[in-house]
C-alpha cells in the first residue's frame, strides 16, 4: 500500500506541573470499533484497505493504529475518517494524519521549543517576575497568531522587560514543563539516524538548557542583552524569527544531502509556519488557528509522541531514558 492512514488517541497523562498549558486532556481510547468504522467510511469512497496495524496496545487511551490504503487521495481518506469518528468522539480526542507510506521516517527533525517542546511561553513566565505576564502574553498571542510583525513583538515584548534582575531567568528555568514525548522524540529519531535540532524565538538561556535535556543535537535561539545583573530591555540583534528557521530546516537537509521530503518539522506559532510547509511532515502541535489552517498536518489531542507514531515508529520502539 502506497498510502497510509494514523489514527492518535489522546494520551491518559496530562502535562503536569505549573506553566502547563492545560492543553491535554483526560485520555480517550482508541477502540477497534473507531478503527472499523474509519476502514469503512474509506471503503465507500473506493479506497483498497489492507488491515490495520495497531502501533499500540488497541483500545487504550493514547494508542495508535495504521490504516494502509491505496486509490484515495490523503485529504480525501482525512475528511472521511474526521467524518466517520465525528458520532464515536462527539467531544474530540482522537488525531488523524493522511500521508504517503513511502519515507515516512525522517532523517531530520527540526522543533519550536514554546509551547511545542515547552508547555509554555518561556518569555511570558519571565515576565510573571515583573508583574506584567499578562500584558506580555496578550502581544505574544497575537504574534503567534500571525497579527503582529514577529522581530518588532518580540522587541516590545522584551522592551517591557528593561530592569528585570538577571537571575529571574533562572527562577523562570526551574519552573519550566516539559511537553510529555518530546524526550521520546528526539531520543528515538536520534538512534534511528536523524539529525535533530530546536529553534526557537526565545532565548538562549531557555533554549540551551531544554535542548539539552532532550537531547538535541543543534539549538538555536535569540539572546537577551545583559548588563551589571540586569535585563537592558534590549534583544541581541539579528532577531531569529520565521526565516531562520525556514532556513534552518532547508540547510540541515541540504547539509546532511537529505531532500526536503525527509524532514520534519512542529511549532505552534505563525513564525512556524514557513518550516512546516516546507518540511516533508510538518505538523501543527496545539497549534494557533492560522497554523493549523496552513499546514497539511495537526497534532490537537495528543502529546509529541503523535509525531512518533505518525512516522509509524510503534510504542515498543521508543527510545525513553
Known amino acids: 500500500m502506497s498510502l497510509v492512514l494514523t489514527l492518535i488517541a489522546a494520551p491518559a497523562v496530562a502535562a503536569p506541573g505549573p506553566g502547563s498549558l492545560g492543553r491535554f ?55 472521511a475518517a474526521r467524518a466517520a469518528l465525528d458520532p464515536l468522539y462527539p467531544t474530540g480526542g482522537l488525531d488523524v494524519i493522511a500521508q504517503s507510506a513511502d519515507g515516512r521516517k525522517k532523517s531530520v527533525l527540526v522543533a519550536d521549543m514554546d509551547s511545542t517542546i515547552v508547555t509554555a511561553e518561556t ?39 528593561k530592569g528585570l534582575p538577571a537571575r529571574t531567568i533562572a527562577e523562570t528555568l526551574a519552573e519550566v514543563r516539559y511537553t510529555p514525548g518530546g524526550r521520546a522524540v528526539v531520543q528515538t529519531m536520534r538512534a534511528n539516524g536523524a539529525t535533530t535540532v530546536m529553534i526557537s524565538g526565545g532565548f538562549l538561556p531557555f533554549a540551551r538548557p531544554v535542548a539539552a535535556h532532550c537531547g ?34 532547508v540547510g540541515t537537509a541540504a547539509e546532511i544531502g537529505v531532500p526536503l521530503a525527509a524532514t520534519l518539522a512542529v511549532g505552534d506559532g505563525a513564525n512556524d509556519l514557513p518550516m512546516i510547509q516546507a518540511a516533508g511532515l510538518g505538523v501543527a502541535f496545539h497549534g494557533k488557528p492560522t497554523v493549523v489552517a496552513g499546514a497539511r498536518a495537526a497534532l490537537k489531542w495528543t502529546d509529541l509522541t503523535g509525531l512518533l507514531y505518525a512516522q509509524g515508529y510503534p510504542r515498543d520502539a521508543f527510545v525513553c531514558d
Open 25 to 79: 486532556p483526560e485520555g480517550v481510547p482508541l477502540t477497534q470499533a473507531a478503527v472499523d468504522a474509519v476502514r469503512a467510511a474509506l471503503d465507500a469512497l473506493g479506497a483498497d484497505c489492507a488491515a490495520p496495524v495497531w502501533l499500540t496496545a488497541a483500545d487504550a487511551a493514547g494508542a495508535a493504529c495504521d490504516i494502509p490504503f491505496d486509490r484515495l487521495a490523503p485529504d480525501q481518506a482525512d475528511a
Open 123 to 161: 518569555l511570558d513566565e519571565l515576565a510573571a517576575y515583573a508583574g506584567i505576564k499578562d500584558r506580555i502574553a496578550a502581544i505574544t498571542a497575537r504574534a503567534m497568531n500571525g497579527e503582529l510583525d514577529f522581530k518588532s513583538a518580540l522587541r516590545e515584548r522584551v522592551g517591557l522587560l
Open 216 to 249: 538535541f543535537e543543534r539549538v538555536f535561539a535569540n539572546d537577551l542583552v545583559i548588563a551589571d545583573d540586569m535585563l537592558t530591555g534590549e534583544v541581541a540583534e539579528p532577531i531569529l524569527d520565521r526565516d531562520a528557521k525556514l532556513e534552518t530546516l
